[in-house]
């Protein structure tokens, strides 16, 4: 590692020890963060340095790969937690969704109703909506792995002259182009592309759970548990600064809290670009936005508009009845948007029929799914229907009010 790990990237590109970091302890009850007094004090100095992300993927950016034969802690555990605890369970639970619906369009071949992709539901109430749009806003809020990791490799980009070799603790190293070239791919490229990688799948991952929710409890609990997985990174990091994973790593975690360097004050480094340096000739368009635009206000719009607008697009399908038609094709009627409401529209013709699945269900009975009736409400509700079909076997008997 590098002497004096808190790196200014000014004139002369000197080492020297930040005063405000270098120290393990920090709030207990700021797990994801990895200490609530550290990170104040890193936003107090955002103007003036740039720190690296206090998780496994910077342990991995200050350390090498291997140590002796093995590999080294630091990237071993960073290794376990995006293949395990990110992406796998990310891709776990795509898989999964990809199964409920193949497994739906199998049971729907010869039948009368198509299948939606993600099982997307026909309709939710208005506070399911309200919770999904909370829901994209807490995802773009607390997802930062996107932009830091887009931000990190432009900073530290190959061909810079602020001596990325010296932040990474290995200075002298980006005299040489092949070494250099080699080095900047394996300790700057990979880990950052591995964050960059999760980021998106959780991102997906998230939405995917946002749009097929059919309960505010449901859409929370699914997606505390992806929030929880997308902060594994982080927990890990907290984990070993604070001596869980032993000493030498504990070591090498303060180490990467020290870390930082100087930036210009009006953040012209952050967007990649040479303060007071005019546009080229043939420029392209992206790069003369990013001269005018905050690189990370650019990526969160991109971000922004995609979720927003898939969410938009899942909501109009839904109050339309355009997932109606897509699920009951051979289903036609005036008012598609009643199908799948929460309620059985017996007088409302052809509503409660086979190619309009009962109502989009509205009409099936828990519990009793042979059970087609007109008034489902009327099964179990303490009075006994004496006819047909509401006193036979396929509806309970009227739901056991005729036994």
Not at 158 to 180: L, Q
Request: charged share 20%; hydrophobic share 35%; aromatic share 10%.
């Amino acid at each position: 590692m590098m002497e004096g790990i808190a790196v200014e990237r000014g004139e002369g590109g000197n080492h020297h020890q930040n005063p405000h970091r270098g120290t393990s302890k920090g709030s207990s009850l700021d797990l994801l963060s990895g200490g609530r007094s550290n990170r104040l004090r890193r936003d107090q100095d955002r103007t003036k340095y740039h720190y690296l992300e206090e998780d496994v993927f910077s342990l991995m950016m200050m350390n090498n790969v291997f140590e002796s034969w093995f590999m080294s802690g630091p990237w071993l555990l960073g290794m376990v937690t995006f293949g395990v605890f990110q992406i796998g369970l990310g891709i776990l639970i795509i898989y999964d969704q990809w199964i409920n619906t193949r497994e739906e369009c199998e049971e729907n071949k010869g039948t009368t109703e198509a299948c939606l992709p993600f099982n997307i539901p026909l309709r939710v109430g208005t506070g399911v909506i309200y919770a999904r749009y909370a829901a994209v806003i807490l995802v773009l809020a607390t997802q930062t792995d996107v932009l830091s990791s887009i931000q990190t490799m432009l900073l530290l980009k190959s061909t810079s002259s602020e001596g990325w070799d010296k932040i990474i603790g290995e200075e002298g190293s980006g005299d040489n182009r092949s070494i250099s070239g080699r080095l900047w791919i394996v300790r700057i490229l990979i880990p950052n592309m591995l964050k960059l990688i999760q980021a998106i799948v959780i991102l997906f991952t998230s939405f995917i759970i946002i749009i097929q929710s059919e309960t505010i409890v449901d859409l929370l609990k699914d997606f505390t548990a992806v929030l929880v997985i997308s902060h594994a990174d982080n927990l890990m990091f907290y984990l070993a600064v604070h001596g869980y994973f032993g000493n030498p790593l504990k070591q090498k975690a303060i180490e990467v809290q020290a870390v930082h360097w100087e930036i210009d004050t009006n953040g012209e480094n952050d967007n990649n670009t040479d303060s007071g340096t005019p546009p080229a000739a043939g420029d392209t368009f992206c790069g003369k936005l990013k001269r005018r635009l905050n690189l990370r206000v650019c990526i969160l719009g991109m971000l922004s508009m995609i979720m927003i607008g898939g969410v938009t697009f899942v909501v109009q399908g839904q109050y339309s009845g355009r997932w109606v038609r897509s699920r009951y094709p051979r289903c036609y009627v005036n008012t598609p948007r009643l199908i799948g409401d929460g309620y059985c529209h017996y007088d409302h013709s052809p509503h409660n029929t086979e190619a309009c699945g009962f109502d989009g269900g509205d009409c099936i009975v828990d519990g009793y799914p042979d059970c087609f009736v007109d008034r489902p409400d009327w099964i179990g509700d303490g009075y006994c229907n004496d006819w047909p079909p509401y006193n036979t076997e396929a509806c309970g008997f009227d739901g056991g009010d005729c036994l």
